[in-house]
């Protein structure tokens, strides 16, 4: 096999359209461009919180839990890439549910709505969260239109509470705590 990524620019995209792992050729506007975009930017976004400073108790655990969601959500990418494809199976959300109750478990209960915020960790995990979030909105609206694998979908959720978990630990372990979202309670008359 020759090296695929030798040619960065094709200039094939430049009329609009681009190609999916199966050869074919969509709209760069298509659903399913829309997803991988997402993926990709959660993915990137990830990346910078690996760069942040993670309190030494839990960076090295850290980091390896996020370079492992990288990987998957590089296969993600691939899996969005190539209609009625498969590459993430049961087991990778599996594994974010297992590290959910983990890390849920180490924190006191909520008892109002947090604020994004804390560390520069923190708020970068927060901003993983919002994008994960929109990853899932295009990848459910994708599936309403196409035909998609649970896993997707099921990953992204599950990311999404692991990344707002995540975020509480880390201004914790940072010797922090949660910022609480104060509702101004009016009265009506």
């Known amino acids: 096999m020759g090296n695929r990524l030798s040619k960065i620019a094709t200039r094939t995209g430049d009329a609009g359209m681009t190609g999916l792992g199966d050869g074919s050729r969509v709209e760069k506007d298509h659903l399913r461009i829309c997803a991988m975009g997402d993926v990709d930017e959660l993915n ?9 400073s993670i309190p030494e108790g839990i960076a090295d ?46 924190l006191p209960p909520l008892t109002e709505f947090i604020l994004p915020g804390g560390t520069r960790a923190a708020a970068q995990a927060h901003v993983c969260r919002t994008v994960c979030r929109r990853a899932e909105r295009s990848i459910v609206r994708l599936g309403w239109e196409e035909p998609l694998y649970d896993a997707p979908r099921q990953y992204v959720n599950r990311l999404s509470d692991l990344l707002f978990v995540l975020a509480r630990v880390l201004n914790r372990e940072a010797g922090g705590q949660d910022i609480l979202w104060k509702h101004e309670k009016k009265e009506t008359k």
């Open 44 to 52: 990137s976004e990830i990346g910078v919180l690996m760069t942040e």
């Open 61 to 106: 655990e850290f980091k390896a839990l996020f370079l492992q969601v990288q990987h998957d959500l590089f296969d993600l990418g691939g899996e969005l890439c190539i209609p009625n494809y498969t590459l993430l199976k049961p087991e990778h959300v599996a594994q974010l549910d297992v590290w959910l109750e983990k890390y849920n478990a180490t």
